[in-house]
């Protein structure tokens, strides 16, 4: 028996309405049920490669509750029932409940798409690139939030349009990294500072933390056996594409393009695939070189990122203190 909860007819009606409107009002309204049906969609698709796979029912249940805390955390208040129809919320609630109980409680450590990744590389093994470009056809996703015309012909997706591969020279293995997917209010800010604390490696936190807001910085020179290449989603699918200067500054990453950089440090798909990298061969940190890499160092990063994070969640009604930074574990 499959886990699909028969959402189809949900997306088909939520894709009709996604047509820009030709005023603000119109575009707000829009562009959330851009989202919703970006959601239902990702779910449903999600919960039809999970079928009886008892190691993928972890990542759904993980996608559901990223899902259900940005909704909780954007403006409009989506609460995880808009993300169903109701003949089906029941059945998601049976099978996952923790997501539903513990969205406004315990933060995520990554975006729905970063969660997705981990997915298809388990069900595919190889070419994970166009196994993904064939996912997001059927998906349907609308264009691109920032892709160039008029603004309110770009709509809130849970799309990471940049995905990044790492690897050594002299091994086969690929790691996978997203950049962001979370656009709008202080969502994006919230996801870069959950991950400096929990989720990436302490190399890569440290990098990231010590260049925001504008501090001078301190950036990773990896050995040359590390290789990394992004790729950026078009209508023709995955293309290769530069790093940003902020990347550059952070990884020391060649060739950089001076015109890509309004994103946040931290946001791009380098981060997350290179912190992969650090964490599956330790012994790469030992040819790695980095600046006041120390732990007391370390440890003051972390605090300042602690107290803005805290901050932050408070503009969105969650209350957490530096004692108390409630991080979701998936299928509790």
């Known amino acids: ?33 851009s989202l919703l049906s970006c959601a239902c969609s990702l779910i449903c698709k999600t919960m039809e490669m999970t079928g009886k796979n008892d190691r993928l029912r972890v990542y759904m249940d993980e ?17 995880p029932e808009r993300f169903f129809g109701k003949e089906t919320v029941t059945k998601a609630k049976e099978m996952f409940p923790w997501p539903f109980e513990m969205y406004k409680s315990q933060l995520p450590t990554r975006t729905p798409f970063s969660i997705l990744l981990d997915m298809m590389e388990i ?4 070419n994970i690139l166009t196994e993904l470009q064939k996912l997001l056809e059927k998906l349907k996703f609308p264009p691109h939030l920032h892709k160039p ?3 309110y012909e770009q709509f809130y997706s849970l799309e990471s349009t940049v995905i990044c591969v790492c690897y050594l020279d ?12 979370c656009r709008t209010g202080n969502s994006k ?29 301190d950036g990773i020179t990896f050995p040359t056996s590390v290789k990394c290449q992004a790729y ?11 790093p940003c200067f902020k990347c550059h500054q952070l990884f020391n990453l060649k060739d950089p393009d001076p015109g890509k950089g309004d994103h946040p440090y931290g946001n791009c798909a380098e981060a997350e ?47 957490m203190n530096d004692e108390n930074i409630h991080i979701y574990s998936p299928m509790q």
Request: charged content about 25%; proline content about 3%.
């Open 232 to 242: 950026f989603r078009d209508s023709n699918g995955y293309n290769k594409r530069g």
């Open 63 to 79: 996608i559901l509750h990223s899902i259900f805390f940005l909704g909780y955390i954007h403006k409009l208040r989506l609460a």
């Open 123 to 126: 069900v595919h093994e190889e």
């Open 149 to 151: 015309g008029n603004t």
């Open 273 to 319: 695939c290179l912190s992969k990298l650090l964490f599956k061969n330790p012994g790469i940190q030992e040819e790695t070189e980095m600046e006041n890499h120390t732990g007391e160092n370390l440890q003051n990063l972390r605090c300042l990122t602690t107290a803005r994070l805290i901050e932050e969640l408070q503009k969105v009604h969650i209350q």
């Open 170 to 181: 002299s091994d086969p293995k690929r790691y996978y990294g997203a950049s962001l997917s």
């Open 1 to 33: 028996m499959r886990l699909t909860l028969g959402f189809n007819c949900i997306f088909d009606l939520f894709y009709f309405f996604r047509k820009p409107g030709a005023n603000f009002m119109i575009y707000k309204e829009n562009n959330k049920k």
């Open 189 to 217: 800010r919230i996801l870069i500072d959950v991950s400096c604390l929990k989720t990436w490696h302490e190399l890569v936190s440290h990098a990231v933390m010590s260049f925001y807001p504008e501090g001078p910085g």
